[in-house]
């Protein structure tokens, strides 16, 4: 049975390799196979990439090329072989995978809704990224929904997470958020969040900062008060209460953030790192010491306040809510942009890693 993956050096993420070989047909008891049907490719991966070793992305699914390691992406995929019961081959599963023809897990607490990989490289590492959910099961990942889901959803869902935290911490005294690189889907996800209770008596300011380019495309999403380029921080007023939501990673941007803003910057985070190739630490900057925001941490604080089924329900609602303008029929956010085959995958990948996507437009790939 032929086998493909795309892998990439771990150490300088423009270096690829397509390594083709032979999936091994034979199973270890308790352990499934999967086809991966198909898998959204976003800048969101590239993060993963560029914190593979500090958030231990590149433990998920290990590569025997030394080196090199397999980010992970979401997606489908169907079951082509099977020794768990439970799992019958033919269902299709929606979770973390490889960019890759196939994988084999280990499914653990099999149930009606799905299971948990429980393979031993897996098992020290947070269950957010663990749990694989049944099609079947869930009308949300009915096949029509199934590229909004696996582009966005993952993202949405550090978005509410990251607007959560904000608002459990009253915004840290700020009435001014800023949030960079904001024409990626995970910061204008936060930004969408953030103006769904801007009417209430926490709401605050939403500032997006973005590159010349996507200004149009940012200014038009609706869901910021203000968008500026990334040239023109200067003009933000320096004695305005503020939180840094930085989804960049630039360690420029955040130095010009920290200078400007100075005492007047009552908290900063790191998220993403669009901006892979400026990244930096923070280290002796005016005002607060930037932190790193992970969002399993906040849904793990509010799986205990609220209970295990209060979460999820809060998060469904509000991706109802995101999802109708990001599938408006005259002016929709997201255009979904499909792609088969190695070359497709690698060409994708090129356009994130060089930051030359378009903003509107997200990729759906299968290999």
Known sequence: MN????????????????????????????AV?????????????????????????WDFFPCPVEGFGRIPVWGFADVEASTVEGVAVGERFYGYYP???????????????????????????????????????????????????????????????????????????????????ASSKTAYGTAFCLRQRAGGSHGVKIV?????????FTRGLGCYDEVISYDVIASLPASTPSAYVDMSGSASVRSDIHHHLGDALRYSCSVGGTHWTELGGGKGLPGPRPTLFFAPAQAA?????????????????AWQAFMKPVTDAATPWLTVVRGRGAADVEAVYRELVDGRTNPRQGHILSL
């Open 3 to 30: 086998s493909v993956e795309f892998i990439v050096n771990r150490g300088n993420l423009r270096e690829t390799r397509v390594v083709e070989g032979n999936a091994d047909t034979t199973l270890a008891d308790g």
């Open 33 to 57: 196979r999967l086809r991966i049907d198909c898998f959204a490719l976003t800048s969101n991966n590239i993060t993963y990439g560029a914190f593979g070793d500090a958030m231990h992305y």
């Open 99 to 181: 960019m890759s023809t196939h994988v084999v897990l280990f499914p653990d607490q099999v149930g009606k809704s799905g299971f948990v990989d429980a393979a031993p490289n897996r098992r020290e590492l947070h269950a957010l990224y663990n749990r694989y959910s049944r099609c079947s099961a869930d009308a949300g990942l009915a096949r029509e929904h199934e590229a909004q889901t696996a582009l966005l959803r993952p993202l949405f869902t550090t978005s509410f997470l990251i607007d959560d935290f904000l608002a459990d911490n009253d915004f840290f005294g700020a009435t001014t958020i800023i949030l960079s690189s």
């Open 208 to 216: 997006g900062l973005t590159s010349p380019s996507n200004l149009a």
């Open 301 to 317: 604080k509010r799986t205990k306040d609220w209970g295990p089924a209060e979460l999820p329900r809060r998060i469904g609602m």
